[in-house]
DNA sequence: TTGTATGCGTTATCAT
DNA sequence: ATGATAACGCATACAA
């Protein structure tokens, strides 16, 4: 009945070990003190089983050592991938990261940012899929407490880790192309997103430069998802049997189109190849396993860390920073058989 | 340069406004108040772009109106479909969910605990693999502040939400012999965890209620990975190729060992049936589709959150409080192939 | 209705 | 080395 003990605070503490409030903070804060009362305070923190108050510190301090990572839907392995490298990198440094995911909801990203400006965290390190002017203004103004993971316009004025997913798009294509694949399909995620835009750019860019015709009826717009990718399979093929090939905008579209075209008896890679983008883990053990183009989400999140828990820690400039890295085409089952056609006249 | 601006408090608000403290913090908490100074002070609190400083906040009032999911490794979409459903239930009260993933280490679970004592959130909900006695006695003394996800002692004092998973492998493993499977493998996840201890124990049930002979050689015990599942069936094959069915631990096995079954040329379910546990999404557009047991992941978020959040907010008797679901069987192709063996003797 | 003043539990400054 | 005390920014009990 009577276990609603009120938890002991620094003063108790004082009280107990018979000495000041000051005296204990030191000891609890820093290694130093003499043996003789630090054993004492020491021994009153366990005895009322003392923990500090962290709000308290926290305001007193003006800093809470916790960051968050925010990414539009944790459901994609991608990001997963990317939360364990950042909570390490943060740990290390003494800081905890929580994760929070905005579920594909814009009002997420909006909701995050409250977050830091009433100081619940230190930090944010933030994936956008559709940074709205709106957003980027807000973004902006917190400069110095944030990094954004992805593609924000260039002349924003924040921490920016990108990489370059439209040459990554197309060098998934150019390699497709490589392996004498010509009616290639394209399974784009959410219309209206900045990595839809980036991996549209890159897929036209490959079969123009490669004297080839963009057939708009051979794209078709989904959403991030494997539902996304199942669906589009359908859309694509309709009145369009002579497809040897679809690039996904992401692997999880891809594993989606995966199914769908094994459903429909269309052999991968024998008939259709399919190539990815994220490099989800998934794709390595995947029947056939999936071709794809890592974005280096690991190393991403690393830089992001980096950046952002410099920024918090003192030690940066003020201009904001802007790092890209560079995709990387992997190549395995499910787009390896060499199709050979004629060549075009 | 001079963007390093303060962030303006309810005093400089009020002092805007020219109005009390008291009236500031009375406009901003509720929606009371003459239309006059509301106006005066909400146009005070645009102009110097007030947000309250949550921490002082919580600290004022005690709380922070912040939960927090631990789980043991988020990249098990099954977790990732609690976290979401949580996540939902706590925001309609008001409450912020933050995740957290111990990443398989079993010091994760104790520095949650460490933030709930320090006062980062107000409660958490947690699920632990391998709740030691000292976790157990951690949790009892903070009590009210946490629920438990998963099987922790009987007797323990926490409010707790479980599923008869031993049932559910038992019923798993009951299906396989109705499909007439007699050599039925296990591939269990991590050895020492609870939930291999009950996966284990509802496999050997089904054996023997059976009148069926358990062969120690047809059990090995992984990890809960895909990695995992992916080994394990090498062990299980090796001089056992009369195998007709294998049981695994979750689903994330079993897709590990579904790819292992695939490269070795074992046809699924046609040679070897296979059902795992979870119900996680994949296993709806795997080929073949994945037979599982359902844990009602969102079902147990939602209750976890239920109990949690009843307590956090007062409404709650003393007594810990312990809801049990039942796991569902869901057949889908991985297991449908019927044999036919000799009725044995 | 509005203003004042105290406390939430720390840390940090300044004497001692 | 230690102790007293003033913030940190907000909420609230109480007074006006």
Redesign the interface.
């Known amino acids: 009945?009577n276990d609603k003990q009120k938890r002991a605070t620094i003063v108790d503490v004082a009280t107990r070990a018979g000495v000041s409030i000051g005296t204990v903070s030191r000891i609890v804060n820093t290694q130093a003190g003499p043996e003789a009362t630090r054993r004492r305070v020491l021994d009153a923190i366990a005895d009322l089983e003392y923990?500090?108050?962290?709000?308290?510190r926290?305001?007193k301090r003006r800093s809470?050592e916790?960051i968050?990572l925010v990414v539009p839907d944790?459901?994609n392995?991608v990001y997963?991938a990317m939360?364990?490298t950042i909570?390490r990198e943060a740990k290390e440094r003494g800081f905890?990261l929580?994760?929070?995911?905005a579920?594909d909801d814009p009002g997420g990203e909006e909701f995050a940012l409250?977050?830091l400006?009433?100081?619940?965290v230190d930090g944010l390190i933030i994936c956008s899929l559709k940074p709205t002017r709106k957003l980027v203004e807000r973004l902006e103004r917190v400069r110095g407490r944030v990094c954004v993971v992805g593609s924000v316009p260039e002349e924003a004025r924040v921490d920016n880790v990108r990489v370059d997913s439209a040459g990554g798009a197309q060098g998934a294509v150019q390699h497709l192309l490589d392996g004498g694949r010509r009616r290639i399909g394209f399974i784009n995620g959410t219309p209206g997103t900045v990595p839809a835009g980036t991996r549209s750019l890159g897929y036209r860019r490959a079969l123009e430069e490669n004297g080839l015709h963009v057939d708009e009826a051979l794209i078709v717009n989904g959403e991030f998802s494997?539902a996304g990718g199942?669906r589009s399979v359908d859309r694509l093929l309709a009145g369009h049997d002579e497809l040897d090939a679809i690039f996904c905008a992401n692997d999880v579209i891809a594993?989606?189109a995966m199914?769908r075209l094994?459903?429909l008896g269309i052999g991968v890679p024998s008939q259709v190849a399919l190539v990815g983008m994220d490099d989800i883990?998934?794709g390595k053990?995947?029947?056939p396993t999936l071709s794809t183009v890592s974005l280096l989400a690991e190393e991403r999140g690393r830089l992001a860390a980096e950046l952002l828990l410099e920024r918090l820690l003192g030690g940066a400039a003020?201009e904001p920073r802007k790092v890209t890295v560079t995709p990387r085409l992997i190549v395995r089952e499910s787009s390896t058989d060499y199709i050979r056609h004629e060549v075009p006249a």
């Not at 923990?51 to 308290?56: E, L, Q, S, T, W």
């Not at 929580?98 to 995911?101: E, P, V, Y």
């Open positions: 009945m923990v500090p108050n962290h709000v308290a926290s305001l809470t916790q968050a944790i459901a392995p997963v939360a364990k909570q905890r929580s994760l929070m995911s579920n409250d977050s400006e009433q100081m619940r494997m199942y594993f989606g199914r094994r459903e883990d998934l053990i995947s029947t003020e």
